[in-house]
C-alpha cells in the first residue's frame, strides 16, 4: 500500500482523518477541509501509534494503516467465525480477551481469529449450551457479556505459555530459527544465520537481498516453516539510540511470555556485549503478531568501545552482534536462570 505522512493530501487521508476522529483523536477542521495531512493529523497519528504499541513515526504504514481499520470493529458488529483469510479486528481481540479470561485458551490476544480462538469459542459454546458452531453472532456475543469476565483476569494462553516455559530444557541442536531483516541490517541476518548453522540450528532467512516481503509475508513463512523461534533484525528506530532495543508481542492487556523472555535474554547479551544499556520494548507489530511461535525484534545499535570485549574483541560489529543474538536464543532453548518476568520492565 501507499504510505502517507505531513504534506500528503487526497481522499484517501480524509478517510484516515474520518478513521482517526471516531477513535476520539482530534484532527483539525482545517486539516479535513483541505484533505491534508497537516501537523494535526499527523498528532493524531502519533497518540494512536502510542496507544496501539506500534513505532512512533506519525507515517501511516501498512501496521498503523491496518490497526486503523481494524480499531473500528467491536464485538458484535459482524459475526465472526473460522475463515481464510482470517477476520481481523479489535473484536476479535476482545473476543479472545473474553475467552482468555473464562479460562479457554483463545491463544495470543492479536486480534487474528485462527484455529486456536476458533476452538475455544466452540468449547465455550460447548460449556453454555449453545449450538456448537463456531459462530460468534448475537446469541453468542450476549452471553459473554452476560458472563462478564474479568477485564483484567489471567489469561489462559498465557498461563499456558508460561507453563511451557517452565518445562523447557532443550537444545539449539536442530531447532529452525526464522531470520528477518531490512537490507540495512541483512549482514547482521547472514552473520546469524551462519553463527546458528555453526551450533547445530537450522537457520532460514525470510528474504534473499534483492527482495523485500512485507512483515505479513515473512510471518507467514515462519509460520509455513514451523520455526521454533523468529528474529527479525531490523534498523534502530530512533537514530540517537545508543543502546539495543529488543521487543516482543504485547499490547496493553496481554503479551507473550515466550517472547519476552526471549527478548530479554537477547538484550542481556547486547548489553553485556557493547556495554551500553539497551531497552525492552511490547510491540505489536504485524511480524510480532502474526507468527505462531516466540517473535522478537531486535534494534542493535553499532558502537563500537574501546578495547572491544571478551567475546568480540575487534571484530566486525555485524558479526559480534550476531554472536550476542545467538547467545541469547542459545539461553532461550536451555532454559534461563531467571523465569520470564523477572529483569527490566519492558516499556
Not at 195 to 216: F, N, V
Not at 284 to 302: C, D, I, N, Y
Request: net charge negative.
Amino acid at each position: 500500500m501507499r504510505v502517507f505522512r505531513r504534506g500528503d493530501e487526497g481522499a484517501e487521508v480524509l478517510d484516515i482523518q474520518d478513521r482517526l476522529m471516531s477513535l476520539g483523536l482530534p484532527v483539525d477542521e482545517a486539516d479535513r477541509g483541505a484533505m491534508r495531512f497537516g501537523a494535526s493529523t499527523e498528532a493524531a497519528i502519533r497518540d494512536f501509534q502510542h496507544g496501539r504499541r506500534l513505532p512512533v513515526d506519525g507515517v501511516v504504514g501498512p501496521d498503523t494503516w491496518n490497526q486503523l481499520v481494524e480499531a473500528g470493529f467491536r464485538l458484535g458488529d459482524r459475526a465472526l467465525y473460522l475463515r481464510s483469510p482470517m477476520f481481523r479486528g479489535d473484536d476479535v481481540r476482545e473476543l479472545q480477551r473474553k475467552l482468555n479470561a473464562l479460562g479457554f485458551d483463545a491463544g495470543k490476544q492479536d486480534g487474528l481469529l485462527g484455529p486456536r480462538t476458533a476452538q475455544a469459542t466452540l468449547e465455550f459454546q460447548h460449556n453454555v449450551g449453545h449450538d456448537v458452531d463456531g459462530i460468534v453472532g448475537p446469541h453468542t456475543v450476549a452471553t459473554l457479556e452476560r458472563m462478564r469476565p474479568p477485564p483484567r483476569g489471567p489469561s489462559r494462553a498465557e498461563v499456558r505459555e508460561r507453563e511451557e516455559l517452565r518445562a523447557m530444557h532443550g537444545s539449539l541442536q536442530g531447532q529452525v530459527i526464522a531470520i528477518a531483516a531490512d537490507i540495512e541490517t541483512f549482514a547482521v541476518a547472514s552473520a546469524l544465520g551462519r553463527t546458528l548453522a555453526a551450533a547445530g540450528a537450522k537457520p532460514a532467512l525470510l528474504r534473499i537481498e534483492d527482495e523485500d516481503p512485507t512483515p505479513s509475508d515473512r510471518a507467514r513463512t515462519a509460520n509455513d516453516l514451523g520455526a521454533a523461534v523468529c528474529v527479525s533484525v531490523v534498523p534502530p528506530s530512533d537514530p540517537d539510540a545508543t543502546g539495543p532495543s529488543c521487543a516482543f508481542f504485547g499490547g496493553a492487556t496481554s503479551h507473550s511470555p515466550a517472547g519476552m523472555l526471549l527478548a530479554r535474554l537477547i538484550l542481556d547479551e547486547l548489553e553485556s556485549e557493547f556495554h551500553h544499556k539497551g531497552r525492552l520494548r511490547r510491540l505489536t507489530g504485524a511480524l510480532l503478531r502474526e507468527t505462531r511461535m516466540p517473535a522478537v525484534q531486535v534494534e542493535p545499535s553499532f558502537p563500537t568501545p574501546a578495547g572491544g570485549t571478551e567475546r568480540g574483541g575487534d571484530a566486525d560489529p555485524a558479526d559480534r552482534i550476531a554472536l550476542a543474538i545467538a547467545a541469547g536464543i542459545r539461553r532461550f532453548f536451555r532454559g534461563s536462570e531467571s523465569g520470564p518476568g523477572e529483569g527490566p520492565a519492558p516499556t
